[in-house]
């Protein structure tokens, strides 16, 4: 036991050297990405035990990706070798004067195609505690959707705790079509990473304390804990950050408020999912206020660090929180 499976797109990213725009760069950094492989790269890093599901053509550019996974340690048998692209997308990093801005090339990609059909369920879960995906699967089409629903529905018969992320992406679907394949999926999920705002935007939740409503959504979808992680926003270069974890039963913990300097925020969400997922996976004893701070640390860190994936140790989060107040996790 101990393993999570992610199931999502993987995604290159591209990106032109410092603040540079697509326009100008003749030179690009390129990094492997995807907000569920993010979560399979961090969990590893980590010294989990992860495993992806997803789908990669069978050709140069898959294999890179593929070798970009093997590298951070993550399982990779289960991926498919199917279709004929990788989904891509472009970022241009912004300043404290403008914002970054994001283009996605990846329609048709590989795992928009793909299906659990060929799947041998009793291998894939084989000493998996968690099954781990996000809205943004559910956003890549029909076939996406319905394949996404089979893999939960099957894990949560096995008693596989599902984790989700609302991760609502406003370039990918409109908000009716988001809130109606939330309501399909939540009543499998058992641990949730969101804010108030998905409850309120997508759920159409009313605006009222924010505990009531988290309390409402997680007793509607029996859900077994909320996550989320608020960032006050100081520029493109600087916020701060606080994640907070709210459990049926024991009640709601907060991590401390981190400073942060943003080197580059993408995946900061996805290494703090993974974060929490470690704590409670491979740390289930502790207490709630040890495992979100651990969660909210690797957030911080992997703003930090070029690229999407969080390539960072459990020591580092830890040093990183002694570092803080010296009251870390060890
Ligand atoms: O959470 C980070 C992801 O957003 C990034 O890796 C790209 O998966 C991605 C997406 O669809 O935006």
């Given at each position: 036991m101990g393993r999570i499976v992610t199931l999502g797109e993987l995604l290159i990213r591209l990106s032109p050297p410092g603040e540079r725009t697509l326009k100008q760069t003749d030179q690009w950094n390129v990094y492997v990405g995807g907000a569920e492989m993010n979560v399979a790269v961090a969990f590893s890093s980590l010294g989990g035990d992860a495993r992806t599901l997803t789908a990669l053509p069978d050709n140069a550019v898959g294999g890179m990706a593929l070798a970009a996974l093997r590298k951070e340690g993550v399982d990779t048998s289960f991926i498919a070798r199917q279709g004929s692209r990788v989904g891509l997308y472009f970022v241009e990093k912004g300043t404290s004067e403008r914002p970054s801005k994001v283009t996605y090339d990846r329609a048709f990609s590989s795992f928009t195609g793909w299906t659990p059909e060929n799947l041998v369920w009793d291998e894939l879960f084989k000493g998996v505690d968690v099954l781990h995906t996000t809205g943004i699967t559910l956003a890549l089409g029909t076939t996406a959707r319905q394949a996404a629903l089979a893999v939960v529905k099957e894990a949560s018969r096995r008693g596989i705790r599902i984790s989700f992320d609302f991760n609502y992406r406003s370039k990918l679907w409109e908000i009716n079509e988001a809130k109606q394949a939330f309501q399909e999926i939540l009543p499998y999920v058992d641990i949730c990473f969101g804010s108030s705002k998905d409850l309120t935007h997508?759920?159409?939740?009313?605006?009222?304390?924010q505990a009531d409503l988290v309390t409402s959504f997680m007793k509607e979808y029996d859900i077994e804990c909320f996550a989320s992680m608020t960032r006050t926003t100081y520029s493109n270069t600087k916020h701060t950050l606080q994640a907070s974890v709210m459990h049926k039963q024991k009640g709601t913990a907060y991590s401390p408020a981190f400073d942060v300097t943003i080197h580059?925020?993408?995946?900061g969400g996805d290494a703090y999912a993974a974060g929490l997922l470690y704590q409670l996976v491979h740390?289930?004893?502790?207490?709630q206020e040890d495992q979100i701070q651990f969660a909210a640390a690797a957030g911080v860190l992997a703003h930090s660090i070029d690229g999407d994936a969080f390539v960072l140790a459990k020591e580092d989060v830890e040093a990183f929180i002694q570092s803080q107040d010296g009251s870390g996790v060890v």
């Open positions: 997508i759920l159409g939740y009313g605006k009222e304390e580059d925020r993408i995946g740390h289930a004893g502790r207490s």
